[in-house]
Structure formats: C-alpha cells, structure tokens
C-alpha cells in the first residue's frame, strides 16, 4: 500500500497557506514524499483566485482581505471557517491522469467519508464552463448536498504529478461573502455545520483516511514513511477542475 504524508494543521495564517501547499508538491515531484494529503482551517479569512484568474475587486470596496493566488484553476473561494486541503501525487496508480477523471475520483473519496458522517451527497453539476466565483454553481465533478455546493476543487498537472487543492466549508459568514462578491443567485451558500449542526471534524477524518485506503490503496501517516517514487519532469501545464 501506498503510504502519503498526512498533516492535519489548525488554523494557519493566510500569508503562509499557499506556499505550504507549493513546498509539498515541490517535495512530491523531488521523491522526497511517495505522496501528501495536507489539511487546514484559516487563523483569518481570505479570498484565494485561481491561476489564470484576474484579479479580483471586491463588490463592497471598502471590505479588505487577504487575496492569495492559487497554483491551480478554478473560480474566487471566500475562505473562513473551512476544512482546506491540498493533495500532492504522482499518478502512478492512485489517481487518474485526467484532470476531470482526477476531480471525480477525490470526490468520491470525500462523498464516502461524508456518507458515514450521515451526510448524504451527489455530483449534479452540469457544466464545465469556468465560473469566477467558485461556489456559485458545481462543477459536473463537485460534490453537492441539499441543493448546496459543499465542495470546491481546483487542479494542477505538472509532468506525472497533480496537485489538488479543495476545500469544504464550515460555515459560511453570507455577510461577508456578500461584501466580497455581491447578491447571490437563491440563499447564498451554505457551509456544512449549516446542514448538518451536529457534524464533527475529527469523526469526518476518520472517516476520511479509511476513505483513502479502501479506495484509493494510500494509508495517510503522520510520518509519510514508504516506498518513495519521484522525479522531476516538469511540462508547467495548469488546468481548471
């Protein structure tokens, strides 16, 4: 079995969330990790943009953030109160190569750790257009939940090597996404403890890590040991999810 890095961080400052993300993909396509499975929350709330994202402006002007630009694509996420997370492979087995058949697989492994948290999900999204403002419409891979985009995916390919970065909210300040974005189509979005009260992280991650092993064949440890595979090829290809 496969055995990824697994690193569960509290609350990590804005200014440092992306380059944690980069020096684990960097480790991963330098055979220093067979792989890494990085989850966080936020000590302060941010707006991260995808790659080829312009940059954003603000609906209210006078609202300031912290605007960070991701390594992946995908539309503008008002990050808060979140689980976030990067996944770094080589797609050597465990994901598919596909970007689209990648965002379907992640997925997936969420889906099955949010169905044991008695959290029912489906993949509805009907379009593949780019939208800037990521939470406002699913992906056709994106996990939705009561009618509510519940999870967000932006990816990366680089060589033999994806980066995935996601994230999940907990819960969602509207007013604040309403000063950052403007009205919303319907009631907004909707943070996971705002569907299900009772929802508790540290279960979901149970949950979560036999996810991987049962269907993916990766154990996540703390301390990443195993068989290392790497290398170093490097195309630069960036794509949305």
Not at 28 to 45: C, D, H, K, M
Not at 75 to 93: E, N, Q, R, W, Y
Not at 178 to 185: K, L, N, T, W
């Amino acid at each position: 079995m496969k055995v990824w890095l697994f690193l569960h961080e509290a609350r990590c400052p804005a200014g440092l969330a992306m380059k944690k993300d980069l020096d684990l993909f960097d480790a991963v396509r330098g055979g220093t990790l067979q792989g890494a499975f990085r989850i966080y929350n936020w000590s302060e709330p941010a707006v991260t943009i995808g790659h080829h994202q312009k940059s954003i402006t603000f609906f209210d002007r006078e609202t300031v953030l912290p605007v960070l630009r991701r390594p992946t694509g995908g539309g503008a996420v008002l990050h808060g109160d979140d689980i976030t997370f990067s996944l770094c492979a080589p797609l050597d087995g465990a994901l598919p190569s596909g970007i689209p058949e990648c965002a379907r697989t992640v997925s997936a492994v969420f889906a099955s750790a949010l169905r044991q948290c008695g959290m029912e999900t489906s993949v509805r999204g009907g379009s593949h257009a780019f939208s800037p403002v990521c939470f406002e419409r699913p992906s056709p891979q994106e996990l939705v939940a009561s009618g509510s985009k519940i999870l967000g995916l932006a990816l990366a390919r680089t060589g033999r090597f994806m980066l995935v970065q996601g994230v999940l909210p907990l819960r969602v300040d509207r007013g604040l996404a309403g000063r950052v974005f403007g009205p919303g189509p319907g009631a907004g979005p909707r943070g996971i403890m705002d569907l299900c009260g009772d929802f508790c992280v540290e279960d979901f991650l149970v949950h979560l890590r036999q996810a991987f092993s049962l269907q993916l064949g990766v154990l996540l440890s703390e301390r990443g040991d195993g068989d290392h595979h790497g290398g170093t090829e490097d195309q630069g290809k960036v794509e949305p999810g």
